[in-house]
């Protein structure tokens, strides 16, 4: 079934008796986008002003899931204000994102004001001839005290636009694009995507998912990728054991960038037309479409207490990004390999990988977990050339934490309890309008776990100390990979010469060699080079674009060099000694002994890709005891 059919029924059978049309509307906006092509809609925002002598309309200065301030209101142009004969009325701008309308003596404000977006990212509008991406919060001005709504919402489409998809509820008359929002956090809390549409339809128990595209899809397989996406979904709803909506939108825009925002019932998701055929980055995606829909229970529903209601006016703090954030990032890729579309090698590289991103950053030792969270919109949102020395993403520790702490429950309780159940019973009892606070989220996990976990957290949420994996790795028959072993390609090249290290990252820009990147603890940063320096020469020797890899290998280990820069247009020389590249792996690899109750915890823990695992391996036991057993008889 088509959504807009859907939702007209929806509007007949659950709309109609409740607030909707029976309230007058906060506002009514009206948004034309004709003039699309040069990034911008035109709003008209009417306002009810009977027996009042001014309306003060304010714009949002951030959106929830994305914790930075944007400054929206920046983006507004040309704002004017009449009554409903016509009249002009007088506008004074108040703050950044608020303007004050005069009407003594009208019974309604007419506000009209342009809105700029070119801005390719889920918490922005983006706008042009092809289609638009629009966001609540950058989208609409809002009337102070009307925030309680209803907000009634009309958006005219240019006629070679085939379509409209949000999940904001349709208007009670029916008419498309036609929508009645009931309060402030459901006007924002529903993006808007229109242009040329294709819509995918999957039910799930019966309820309905829209996958929708916007852009050139002509390289993605839909139904293929709707049927992924089901996939996704299933396994998320048996991991959670209830729909909280009555429909969702994965609404997936084909663009030049990236991410992902979560949303009450839909997701809006920037992708590349390039993202499906390679395989690595359609993983990727599918790991983005299972992270946005886990929000859809773990944040949008189970939520810390401070994440809503929203002051939209200021920054909002919590301890608990890592829960929302990290414990979704380690779930999104598992859940993947339980509903088998990662394999039990692809999962473990991409925890791999994480353990390895959180373990070759130094800000690890500094930034704890709790104060990540706070310091999001001044860390996470705002990073720089230090950020890697200073802080840690509660997204990558998070993640890594959420695997800790799984392995850590199932081992505390002979793997009959985890995470997993931590996550339902914190569901049942906090989501919806209570929220939870830090101390309830890990008592639940004590509980669960059966023992008292606040020393365990204390270390591994509020201090910032060196992790340890050896327990949880052994629980599942699993380790660190020796790192000096070597293998297939890596093997033939063992007769090459040892390359020296500095620890730096360098890159060519505008046609010169730039240090990006200095780390902590390195021969680099412990000989001052910087970040912008520009590598002008080695041991005297010319360095042009393109060089920095090939040569930064030709001395070894022990040798010292003379490292020319250039810094803020002052040449200088360095001298740098180079080590030996600290062999640390990450990489996790199945114990070849492992025993029996460890395989079958690993393949319990992986569902689908940990069974295909076993049994992939029970076959080639059998090809092997075949082989053995007819080899005599043809010799
Ligand atoms: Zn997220």
Redesign the pocket.
Known sequence: MRSDTFFLLLSILILVPGVAGSEEPAARYLIELDEAASHRMHIEARVPAEGIDSVTMWMAVWTP?SYKIREYSKNIEALTARDSAGRALPVEKLTKNRWRISCPYSDEVVVQYQAYGRTQSVRNCFIDSDGAMLNGAATFLIPEGGEEGPFDVRIVLPEDWTGCETSLPRHPDGASTHYLATDIDNLFDNPIVAGNLLVETFEVDEIPHWLVFQGDRSLWDCPKTADDVRRIVEEQVRFWGVIPYRGYRFLNVIAESGG???HLESTLMLTSRWSYRDRKKYRGWLGLVS??F??TWN?KRLRPRALGPFDYNREVYTDDLWI??GI??FYDDLLLARAGLLDRKQYLEKLSKQIESLQETPGRLLHPLSTTSRDAWIKHYLPDENSVNSTISY?TKGAVVGFLLDTHIRSLSGGTHSLDEVMRLAYHRYSGERGYESVEFRSTASEVAGTDLSDWFQFHVDEAGELDYSAALAWLGLRFKDPTEKEGEEKEEEDEVQEGWMGLEASDRGGRVVITSVRVGTPAFDSGLNVDDEVVAIDGYRLLPGQWEARRKQHPPGSVVNVMVSRRGGLREIKIELIVKPQESWKIEVIEDASEEQRMRLAAWLGRAGQEALEEEAKKKAEEKTEKESSPEED
Do not use: D, Q, R
């Open positions: 899931g992902g925002l979560e992270h946005e886990f929000h944040v929302v954030e979704t990032s997204y």
